[in-house]
């Protein structure tokens, strides 16, 4: 008597996710999830429509790891605790970059997500518009600051030393003096992290908001 656990969109979608882990979104089709599951391709078609159903339901999946606030949070440590959740799930899940704005389904917890943060927002005397451009503001920063972590051509303090090394031929300080600078003060000896980065840019962001905020970008009620 077979064993198997019964085939289910979530073991469906948890396979998925093993698959795109390995090969990148590119892998992800019927067949690949069906192998991963031990199982035919026609099998995935009780549970899922296709391909672009199963394609949401990763992008849904991606946000059901998100941390989201609470809707009466105070809305900056609220945003900064989103912001880090975000970057942490991205980072472990790199084929989601590409995926997660660019589905059209109404996936529940993309919804959900999307509504809780700037509920966070508004509650918090945001108006709609200030509201819209924080949300767009962060995310922009967290999902350029990870594209840009998983592509840095070097990893660790001693990758970082290293790439200057090799450089340091094609850097000479008469020609690019503020380069060499920057590279003699932050990471010759300093035990250079790029992800070091994350948290002071995003004060950065949430600076820039918090003086609009205080300009004027409240809600008034009538």
């Not at 391909?51 to 009466?72: M, Q």
């Not at 389904?105 to 518009?129: I, K, W, Y």
Request: proline share 5%; hydrophobic share 45%; with cysteine.
């Amino acid at each position: 008597m077979s064993t198997r656990a019964a085939l289910s969109r979530e073991r469906i979608v948890a396979a998925a996710v093993e698959v795109a882990d390995r090969g990148g979104l590119a892998h992800v089709s019927m067949r690949n999830v069906g192998r991963e599951l031990g199982v035919e391709a026609m099998s995935l078609y009780h549970h899922l429509g296709g391909k672009d159903d199963l394609l949401d339901a990763l992008a849904n999946w991606i946000f059901t790891r998100i941390r989201l606030p609470g809707l009466d949070d105070p809305w900056r440590p609220a945003m900064a605790a989103r912001a880090a959740s975000a970057r942490d799930t991205l980072a472990a899940h790199p084929w989601a970059l590409g995926l997660v704005e660019s589905r059209r389904g109404p996936a529940p917890a993309l919804l959900r997500h999307h509504d809780t943060v700037l509920g966070c927002l508004r509650r918090n005397g945001f108006s709609v518009a200030l509201a819209a451009h924080a949300f767009s503001a962060i995310d922009a920063y967290v999902y350029g600051f990870v594209l840009t972590e998983l592509n840095l051509p070097f990893e660790g303090p001693s990758g970082a030393e290293e790439l200057v090394g090799e450089l340091e031929q094609f850097l000479p300080a008469d020609e690019y003096p503020y380069l060499t600078e920057l590279i003699g003060e932050q990471v010759i000896g300093r035990e250079y992290a790029y992800g070091d980065e994350f948290g002071y840019g995003l004060e950065l962001v949430l600076d820039g908001l918090a003086d609009r905020f205080a300009a004027g970008g409240y809600r008034r009620e009538a």
